[in-house]
């Protein structure tokens, strides 16, 4: 079987928390898993350990999923909260999931990084985020609502002859969901534009130019089983696998 590791989300200690409350809670959510496992698929939470015992774990491993979670921390890509104490981020899962990315891109081991993970990758190569897009970008559209969850959709545009506009065939009108209200500003080092939002030009996908790090802002794994219109999740993740299976 392959084996693909998920970069954990965490939850931390928290007394009122009735199950573990004193303890550290390292997860993955169960859309995910369920999108990662596959036939002849393997997924396996990634744990946190220190980057030397850790290694070893991720030799064994054939591909990386970096899934959806909490905002990244200013601080990790050199910026100060534009707003006193709100949009803190998780610096320490930011660390632990950059030594996972480190460790990806050095062994070229495919990567598919989602929503956060792909606000990570950007981060990784260099690049910035909007802290928060509507504060940032006044213009731009609602990527986040708290009610509609992934029920919020919109479409996107891919840019022609790239990655994305070939394993969608060139599909019209491409629909996605929106769970975000962070998203990219630069974008880093080595990495081209696979999509866009068509209604305010938030970036929506990035690839390296090596072809094996691609990341996506939406959350593909919430839509298997949903339908047209939104894009079929499983074309993104198989386009994944063929690159596991060929490095």
């Known amino acids: 079987m392959l084996k693909i590791g998920i970069s954990a989300c965490f939850m931390y ?120 897009i509507i504060t940032q970008n006044p213009d731009a559209m609602q990527h986040r609502d708290a009610e509609k969850y992934d029920a919020l959709v919109h479409e996107i545009v891919f840019e022609a002859g790239k990655t994305l506009d070939l394993v969608y065939d060139g599909i019209d009108q491409p629909i996605v969901n929106s769970v975000h209200h962070q998203g990219v500003k630069t974008v880093g080092k080595g990495l081209e534009v696979l999509a866009v939002s068509k209604n305010d030009g938030i970036i929506e996908a990035l690839q390296n130019k090596v072809g094996n790090v691609l990341g996506v802002q939406w959350h593909p794994e919430f839509s298997v089983g949903k339908g047209a219109p939104l894009l079929d999740p499983l074309k993104l993740y198989e386009y994944f696998i063929e690159k596991v299976k060929n490095q």
């Not at 939470?45 to 850790?54: A, K, N, S, Y």
Request: proline letters at 8%.
């Open 13 to 132: 200690k928290e007394p009122s928390r009735i199950v573990f409350g004193p303890k550290n809670l390292a997860y993955v959510e169960c859309d995910m898993f369920s999108y990662v496992s596959q036939k002849g698929i393997l997924p396996v939470l990634i744990p946190d350990l220190p980057m030397q015992q850790l290694e070893d774990i991720l030799a064994e491993l054939d591909g990386f999923v970096f899934q959806g979670g909490t905002d990244l921390a200013p601080e990790t890509y050199n910026e100060t909260p534009i707003v006193p104490g709100k949009w803190l981020g998780d610096a320490y899962r930011d660390a632990y999931e950059l030594r996972i990315m480190e460790y990806a891109v050095k062994h070229n081991k495919p990567v598919l990084a989602i929503c956060r993970g792909f606000q990570l990758m950007n981060v990784f190569f260099g690049g910035s985020l909007y802290q928060d």
